[in-house]
């Protein structure tokens, strides 16, 4: 085992780590908090999975508008230059220290058909099959990493892990690699032998990874593998978003075998549906029982996976979903008023409580949160309620909550006041684009320059319970 890896973590997620490419206009119009705003009214905010209406193979549905085809052209390189994802993603035979031979190739990622929507209700967010843009700006992003920082901001880098797929690289193969923990595939060739060995992390973007603390992310560096890519554009409000190179699940086996094991909970986002998570769930070894967050993913939240989210959801410790994709579960129609959603919400939450999910927390966007157990239920203000204009880009928003959440959960034991420290770790993401920054005063660590502590006693005087 890797340095720095003997001990289990408290939190491992299994949602992905990937980079974003901004299409160059973009990320100009992400100047403007407008379009981001009125796109994050209408979506789930996240980046790492297929969004409501598309499916998982990145097909559109044929009422869909179609926003990729007026990207404009400087995103992709010249033709040459273009990679298909088949060609990046060949079958590759594991074999990693890390993660088991199971590794599945990337067919192995797609909802089950009846966990695909047949009738988008609306698309803000569209998905396309893409090719590797050369241009455009590179942020990183991915469900696990936003909870991951999340919940960075109140625990400390030991306590938290994930996995991050990439290429062998060349300072693997001379093993340079500093802070992230990397693993040589036995009988790797010599760098400049090795036809892997160009390195697709770019440095400065694990730099920013390794700014949050040492050992938190675990390179999985094997031949063929490779960072999960993904594409955004706007076009006006509409956010366009193509997987370049999609994320391989993680199966039971690589958990079983990898450093993930022992995690006290284990956070389980996108690209898991209720069906991939109920099998990963029954091949777990009974060695290892975690409390298990499912953030399920917005691709299978419409009625037709409702069966196998009522039986997912009676497998783990916390459930949350954001509100739009409990109404599409549901079947109820899109609701903009506060009080209608609030009503529906708590409706359905108290519907899932008896079935017997210990916790229930959806995310409401700008409403904050409903909060759900045995006990009874509570609202959860957002730390920037009534303040939009503090709010420049929600992408990774409802990660980053959950993050916090289950940071919440271990130092409080408190369900209710965990969500406090949810819409911490959110509001920290959501007030500039891409990950929060983290700094060290004499104080202690800041993020974006301000105290953790002091929005959590700022956002306790708010509610009456707390
Ligand atoms: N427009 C917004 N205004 C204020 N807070 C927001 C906004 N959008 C998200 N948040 C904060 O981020 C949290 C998670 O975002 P949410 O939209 O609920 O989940 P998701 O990102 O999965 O759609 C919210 O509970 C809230 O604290
Ligand atoms: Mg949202």
């Known amino acids: 085992m890797s340095r720095g890896l003997e001990t289990p973590p408290v939190l491992a997620s299994i949602g992905t780590v990937l980079i974003d490419i901004f299409e160059p206009q973009s990320a100009a119009s992400l100047g403007t908090s407008s379009a981001v705003s009125s796109w994050a009214a209408s979506s789930s905010g996240r980046t790492d999975s297929a969004p409501l209406g598309c499916s998982s193979t990145g097909e559109l549905h044929p009422s869909m508008p179609c926003p990729t085809s007026s990207l404009p052209l400087p995103l992709l390189a010249s033709p040459s230059a273009l990679v298909s994802f088949s060609d990046l993603h060949p079958k590759v035979p594991s074999s990693t220290p890390l993660i088991s031979s199971s590794l599945p190739t990337s067919a192995s990622f797609s909802s089950s058909p009846s966990e695909i929507s ?74 400049r032998e090795n036809p892997d060995e160009f390195d697709d992390l770019p440095r400065e973007l694990e730099e920013e990874l390794l700014s949050y603390g040492p050992n938190m992310w675990v390179f999985n560096r094997v031949p063929g593998g490779r960072v999960p890519r993904a594409r955004i554009g706007y076009n006006g409000a509409v956010r366009s978003y193509a997987h370049i190179i999609k994320p391989v699940p993680r199966t039971a086996l690589d958990l079983a075998h990898g450093p993930l094991f022992g995690a006290e909970y284990l956070h389980v986002s996108p690209p898991f549906s209720s069906s991939d998570l109920l099998n990963l769930l029954s091949d777990l070894p009974s060695s290892w029982n975690p409390k298990v967050v499912f953030e399920p993913a917005p691709s299978s939240c419409h009625p037709a996976g409702r069966r196998a989210f009522e039986a997912a959801a009676q497998r783990v410790h916390a459930l949350s979903p954001n509100h739009e994709e409990l109404l599409s579960l549901y079947d109820r129609p899109v609701l903009e008023e506060e009080g209608e959603i609030r009503k529906v919400v708590e409706e359905i939450v108290a519907y899932l409580l008896g079935l017997g999910v210990p916790v229930v927390a959806v995310r409401c966007g700008a409403s904050g949160a409903c909060i759900g157990t045995v006990e009874g239920l509570r609202w959860v203000p957002s730390f920037f309620e009534g303040e939009q204009h503090r709010v420049r880009d929600v992408t990774g928003a409802g990660n980053a909550f959950i993050g916090g959440y289950i940071a919440g959960l271990r130092l409080t034991g408190d369900p209710y006041t965990a969500a406090l420290y949810g819409m911490v770790s959110a509001s920290f993401v959501i007030e500039q684009l891409g990950p929060p920054s983290l700094s060290v005063s004499t104080d202690g660590e800041l993020w974006n320059g301000d105290s953790a502590q002091h929005r959590l006693a700022a956002l306790s005087e708010r509610v009456p319970w707390a």
């Open 118 to 191: 047949p009738s988008p209700r609306k698309a803000p967010q569209i998905e396309a099959v893409g090719e590797i843009p050369l241009g455009g700006r590179m942020v990183i992003g991915g469900g696990a990493m936003y909870a991951i920082v999340g919940a960075r901001v109140w625990l400390p880098p030991i306590a938290l892990r994930t996995i991050i797929d990439r290429s062998p690289g060349r300072r693997r193969v001379e093993g340079e690699a500093q802070g992230g923990v990397t693993a040589a595939p036995p009988g790797s060739l010599p760098a």
